[in-house]
Protein backbone atom coordinates (compact mmCIF):
# COMPACT_ATOMS: atom_id res chain seq x y z
CA UNK A 1 0.00 0.00 0.00
CA UNK A 2 1.23 3.65 -1.18
CA UNK A 3 -0.61 5.37 1.58
CA UNK A 4 -3.88 5.52 3.89
CA UNK A 5 -6.39 8.09 3.56
CA UNK A 6 -8.04 8.95 6.29
CA UNK A 7 -11.63 11.49 6.54
CA UNK A 8 -12.29 13.56 8.84
CA UNK A 9 -15.49 16.11 8.42
CA UNK A 10 -14.24 18.33 5.54
CA UNK A 11 -11.09 17.52 4.94
CA UNK A 12 -8.23 13.89 4.22
CA UNK A 13 -5.21 13.26 6.05
CA UNK A 14 -2.62 11.16 3.98
CA UNK A 15 -0.62 8.54 6.07
CA UNK A 16 2.67 7.56 3.64
CA UNK A 17 2.88 3.67 3.86
CA UNK A 18 5.50 3.30 1.56
CA UNK A 19 9.13 5.65 1.53
CA UNK A 20 9.58 4.86 -2.15
CA UNK A 21 6.30 7.49 -2.73
CA UNK A 22 6.99 10.97 -1.74
CA UNK A 23 4.06 12.51 -1.02
CA UNK A 24 4.65 15.58 -2.74
CA UNK A 25 4.92 13.79 -5.78
CA UNK A 26 1.07 12.12 -4.78
CA UNK A 27 0.36 15.92 -4.05
CA UNK A 28 1.20 16.38 -7.42
CA UNK A 29 -0.91 13.64 -9.16
CA UNK A 30 -3.90 14.31 -6.85
CA UNK A 31 -4.39 18.04 -8.23
CA UNK A 32 -3.34 17.08 -11.83
CA UNK A 33 -6.09 17.57 -14.59
CA UNK A 34 -5.66 14.00 -15.54
CA UNK A 35 -6.80 12.20 -11.88
CA UNK A 36 -9.14 14.93 -12.01
CA UNK A 37 -10.35 14.17 -14.99
CA UNK A 38 -10.66 10.21 -14.30
CA UNK A 39 -12.31 11.23 -10.57
CA UNK A 40 -14.74 13.35 -12.76
CA UNK A 41 -15.91 10.41 -15.01
CA UNK A 42 -15.62 7.19 -12.86
CA UNK A 43 -17.78 8.90 -9.82
CA UNK A 44 -20.68 11.05 -9.47
CA UNK A 45 -20.19 12.08 -6.00
CA UNK A 46 -17.98 15.02 -6.00
CA UNK A 47 -17.11 14.78 -2.48
CA UNK A 48 -13.52 12.59 -1.71
CA UNK A 49 -13.71 10.12 0.71
CA UNK A 50 -10.94 7.54 1.71
CA UNK A 51 -12.81 4.42 -0.54
CA UNK A 52 -12.76 6.63 -3.50
CA UNK A 53 -9.26 7.73 -2.87
CA UNK A 54 -7.97 4.06 -2.66
CA UNK A 55 -9.27 3.99 -6.09
CA UNK A 56 -7.15 6.95 -7.53
CA UNK A 57 -4.43 5.06 -10.34
CA UNK A 58 -1.24 6.27 -8.88
CA UNK A 59 1.24 5.79 -11.39
CA UNK A 60 4.77 3.62 -10.24
CA UNK A 61 7.43 6.51 -11.24
CA UNK A 62 10.83 6.46 -10.16
CA UNK A 63 12.90 8.44 -8.31
CA UNK A 64 13.70 10.92 -10.66
CA UNK A 65 10.55 11.38 -12.22
CA UNK A 66 9.26 12.02 -8.66
CA UNK A 67 11.68 14.51 -8.12
CA UNK A 68 11.12 16.54 -11.19
CA UNK A 69 7.39 17.03 -9.83
CA UNK A 70 8.42 17.32 -6.17
CA UNK A 71 10.55 20.32 -7.24
CA UNK A 72 7.52 21.71 -9.11
CA UNK A 73 5.29 21.17 -6.32
CA UNK A 74 7.59 22.69 -3.70
CA UNK A 75 7.53 25.53 -6.37
CA UNK A 76 3.70 26.18 -5.79
CA UNK A 77 3.51 25.64 -2.44
CA UNK A 78 6.15 28.69 -2.01
CA UNK A 79 3.80 31.03 -4.68
CA UNK A 80 0.92 30.35 -2.65
CA UNK A 81 2.43 30.47 0.34
CA UNK A 82 2.73 33.91 -0.44
CA UNK A 83 -0.82 34.03 -2.06
CA UNK A 84 -2.02 33.35 1.10
CA UNK A 85 0.09 36.01 3.15
CA UNK A 86 -1.38 38.83 0.92
CA UNK A 87 -5.02 36.89 1.83
CA UNK A 88 -4.21 37.08 5.81
CA UNK A 89 -3.39 40.61 5.33
CA UNK A 90 -7.50 42.09 3.83
CA UNK A 91 -6.65 40.78 0.17
CA UNK A 92 -8.87 39.63 -2.32
CA UNK A 93 -7.56 37.48 -4.62
CA UNK A 94 -9.78 35.05 -6.90
CA UNK A 95 -11.02 34.00 -10.49
CA UNK A 96 -13.75 35.67 -11.83
CA UNK A 97 -16.51 34.32 -14.20
CA UNK A 98 -15.15 36.08 -17.33
CA UNK A 99 -11.85 34.23 -16.85
CA UNK A 100 -9.95 37.15 -15.46
CA UNK A 101 -8.56 37.26 -11.77
CA UNK A 102 -10.13 39.56 -9.33
CA UNK A 103 -7.72 41.83 -7.08
CA UNK A 104 -8.57 44.05 -4.25
CA UNK A 105 -6.04 45.74 -2.10
CA UNK A 106 -6.80 46.76 1.72
CA UNK A 107 -6.65 50.66 0.86
CA UNK A 108 -6.16 50.71 5.09
CA UNK A 109 -3.15 48.55 5.19
CA UNK A 110 -1.49 49.57 2.14
CA UNK A 111 -2.64 52.89 2.66
CA UNK A 112 -0.16 52.65 6.10
CA UNK A 113 2.67 50.60 4.40
CA UNK A 114 3.08 54.18 1.84
CA UNK A 115 2.76 56.27 4.26
CA UNK A 116 6.15 54.46 5.94
CA UNK A 117 8.05 54.29 3.23
CA UNK A 118 7.21 58.15 2.41
CA UNK A 119 7.44 60.19 6.27
CA UNK A 120 6.30 63.82 4.24
CA UNK A 121 2.87 61.97 2.59
CA UNK A 122 -0.28 63.49 3.74
CA UNK A 123 -3.86 62.40 4.12
CA UNK A 124 -6.94 64.08 5.24
CA UNK A 125 -9.97 62.62 7.14
CA UNK A 126 -13.24 61.84 5.44
CA UNK A 127 -14.72 65.06 7.35
CA UNK A 128 -11.73 67.44 6.50
CA UNK A 129 -11.39 66.13 3.00
CA UNK A 130 -15.47 67.26 2.59
CA UNK A 131 -14.61 70.55 4.38
CA UNK A 132 -11.80 71.26 2.00
CA UNK A 133 -14.35 70.81 -0.91
CA UNK A 134 -12.77 68.05 -2.87
CA UNK A 135 -16.36 65.75 -2.21
CA UNK A 136 -19.49 66.76 -1.66
CA UNK A 137 -22.54 64.94 -0.51
CA UNK A 138 -26.15 66.01 -1.93
CA UNK A 139 -28.79 67.64 0.95
CA UNK A 140 -31.15 64.56 -0.33
CA UNK A 141 -29.15 62.08 0.92
CA UNK A 142 -29.59 60.70 4.42
CA UNK A 143 -26.63 60.41 6.76
CA UNK A 144 -27.85 57.99 9.32
CA UNK A 145 -28.46 55.11 7.09
CA UNK A 146 -25.56 52.90 7.26
CA UNK A 147 -23.00 51.87 4.30
CA UNK A 148 -23.61 48.60 2.39
CA UNK A 149 -21.56 46.01 1.36
CA UNK A 150 -22.43 47.19 -2.60
CA UNK A 151 -20.07 50.46 -2.86
CA UNK A 152 -20.15 51.81 -6.45
CA UNK A 153 -19.84 53.86 -9.09
CA UNK A 154 -22.66 54.46 -11.14
CA UNK A 155 -22.95 54.34 -15.04
CA UNK A 156 -25.70 56.93 -15.17
CA UNK A 157 -23.37 59.32 -12.51
CA UNK A 158 -19.95 58.68 -12.83
CA UNK A 159 -18.75 61.40 -10.69
CA UNK A 160 -20.72 59.64 -7.80
CA UNK A 161 -19.58 56.94 -5.18
CA UNK A 162 -22.45 55.39 -3.60
CA UNK A 163 -22.55 53.94 -0.34
CA UNK A 164 -26.17 53.27 0.32
CA UNK A 165 -28.36 53.07 -3.08
CA UNK A 166 -30.61 55.90 -3.31
CA UNK A 167 -29.81 56.96 0.35
CA UNK A 168 -26.16 57.90 0.51
CA UNK A 169 -23.70 58.76 -2.23
CA UNK A 170 -20.77 61.36 -2.13
CA UNK A 171 -20.39 63.24 -5.52
CA UNK A 172 -15.95 63.88 -6.10
CA UNK A 173 -15.01 65.64 -9.46
CA UNK A 174 -10.99 64.29 -8.94
CA UNK A 175 -11.38 61.25 -11.00
CA UNK A 176 -8.12 60.18 -8.86
CA UNK A 177 -9.62 61.24 -5.39
CA UNK A 178 -12.92 59.28 -6.99
CA UNK A 179 -11.08 56.27 -7.52
CA UNK A 180 -9.06 56.21 -4.33
CA UNK A 181 -12.36 56.27 -1.85
CA UNK A 182 -14.42 54.05 -3.65
CA UNK A 183 -11.43 51.28 -3.35
CA UNK A 184 -11.59 52.31 0.46
CA UNK A 185 -15.30 52.31 1.16
CA UNK A 186 -15.72 49.00 0.05
CA UNK A 187 -13.52 47.49 2.87
CA UNK A 188 -15.76 44.94 4.51
CA UNK A 189 -15.09 47.31 7.79
CA UNK A 190 -16.90 50.38 6.80
CA UNK A 191 -20.54 48.20 6.52
CA UNK A 192 -22.83 48.63 8.47
CA UNK A 193 -21.36 51.67 9.79
CA UNK A 194 -22.80 55.04 9.35
CA UNK A 195 -21.30 58.68 7.87
CA UNK A 196 -20.87 59.59 11.27
CA UNK A 197 -18.76 56.81 12.47
CA UNK A 198 -16.67 57.04 9.52
CA UNK A 199 -15.79 60.74 8.66
CA UNK A 200 -12.74 60.98 11.29
CA UNK A 201 -11.43 56.99 10.49
CA UNK A 202 -11.37 57.22 6.67
CA UNK A 203 -8.67 59.01 5.51
CA UNK A 204 -7.15 59.65 2.17
CA UNK A 205 -4.30 61.70 0.27
CA UNK A 206 -5.07 64.86 -1.91
CA UNK A 207 -1.66 66.31 -3.27
CA UNK A 208 -1.17 65.34 -6.13
CA UNK A 209 2.11 63.95 -5.92
CA UNK A 210 0.94 61.59 -3.02
CA UNK A 211 -1.83 60.35 -4.89
CA UNK A 212 0.36 59.23 -7.62
CA UNK A 213 2.59 57.53 -5.00
CA UNK A 214 0.11 55.64 -3.97
CA UNK A 215 -1.49 54.40 -7.12
CA UNK A 216 2.03 53.99 -8.49
CA UNK A 217 2.55 51.87 -5.15
CA UNK A 218 -0.44 49.86 -6.29
CA UNK A 219 0.45 48.96 -9.40
CA UNK A 220 3.19 47.48 -8.26
CA UNK A 221 1.79 45.37 -5.80
CA UNK A 222 -1.03 44.26 -8.64
CA UNK A 223 2.17 43.54 -10.77
CA UNK A 224 3.82 41.42 -8.05
CA UNK A 225 0.46 39.28 -7.02
CA UNK A 226 -0.08 38.71 -10.58
CA UNK A 227 3.71 37.48 -11.28
CA UNK A 228 2.93 35.19 -8.48
CA UNK A 229 -0.41 33.98 -10.06
CA UNK A 230 1.21 33.55 -13.53
CA UNK A 231 4.01 31.60 -12.12
CA UNK A 232 1.96 29.17 -10.43
CA UNK A 233 -0.54 28.56 -13.45
CA UNK A 234 2.99 28.24 -15.58
CA UNK A 235 4.07 25.61 -12.98
CA UNK A 236 0.57 23.89 -12.82
CA UNK A 237 0.91 23.52 -16.28
CA UNK A 238 3.63 21.86 -16.36
CA UNK A 239 2.46 19.24 -13.94
CA UNK A 240 -0.54 18.41 -16.65
CA UNK A 241 1.25 17.80 -18.89
CA UNK A 242 4.37 15.42 -17.19
CA UNK A 243 1.90 13.87 -15.70
CA UNK A 244 -0.30 13.41 -19.22
CA UNK A 245 3.09 11.69 -20.18
CA UNK A 246 3.44 9.52 -17.21
CA UNK A 247 -0.50 7.86 -17.91
CA UNK A 248 1.02 7.41 -21.65
CA UNK A 249 -1.93 9.87 -22.99
CA UNK A 250 -0.17 10.69 -25.88
CA UNK A 251 -2.98 11.79 -28.22
CA UNK A 252 -3.51 15.14 -28.47
CA UNK A 253 -7.09 15.81 -28.82
CA UNK A 254 -7.04 13.68 -25.55
CA UNK A 255 -4.87 15.70 -23.72
CA UNK A 256 -6.65 18.95 -24.79
CA UNK A 257 -9.82 17.51 -23.68
CA UNK A 258 -8.44 16.44 -20.07
CA UNK A 259 -6.96 19.86 -19.83
CA UNK A 260 -10.56 21.31 -21.14
CA UNK A 261 -12.54 19.55 -18.54
CA UNK A 262 -10.07 21.26 -15.62
CA UNK A 263 -10.68 24.62 -17.20
CA UNK A 264 -14.68 23.94 -17.32
CA UNK A 265 -14.23 22.41 -13.29
CA UNK A 266 -12.04 25.99 -12.29
CA UNK A 267 -14.88 28.27 -14.30
CA UNK A 268 -18.00 26.64 -12.39
CA UNK A 269 -15.55 26.97 -9.03
CA UNK A 270 -15.04 30.91 -9.94
CA UNK A 271 -19.15 31.17 -10.88
CA UNK A 272 -20.15 29.55 -7.76
CA UNK A 273 -17.91 31.76 -5.28
CA UNK A 274 -19.30 35.10 -7.74
CA UNK A 275 -22.90 33.56 -7.46
CA UNK A 276 -22.35 33.47 -3.35
CA UNK A 277 -20.56 37.52 -3.19
CA UNK A 278 -23.70 38.49 -5.45
CA UNK A 279 -26.54 36.79 -3.60
CA UNK A 280 -24.87 38.60 -0.21
CA UNK A 281 -24.76 41.90 -1.90
CA UNK A 282 -28.49 41.47 -2.74
CA UNK A 283 -29.25 40.35 0.90
CA UNK A 284 -27.65 43.72 2.15
CA UNK A 285 -29.41 45.69 -0.06
Not at 34 to 46: A, E, I
Not at 58 to 80: C, F, G, H, M
Request: net charge negative.
Amino acid sequence: MIADFYNRDNYNNIIQQDENYSLKYLLSLFNSSVLNHWYRNKFDNVNINPDTFRQLPIYPADAETQADLVEKVDRILSQNSQLNEFREQGYVIRKQRDGNTLIEIPYDRFLAEVQQRNPNFSTLTLFDAKAAGLFTIPDRCDLQVSISSNVYKPDRYPTSVVLRHNKLWLVIENDTIRRYLLGYLKLPQWQGKTWDEIKNQVTLPYEVNDLNTFFSAEQQRRSEIQTLLDEVAQIDAEIDEKVLDLYGITDPGDRQRILGSASNSEEDEANEVEDVAENESEEEE
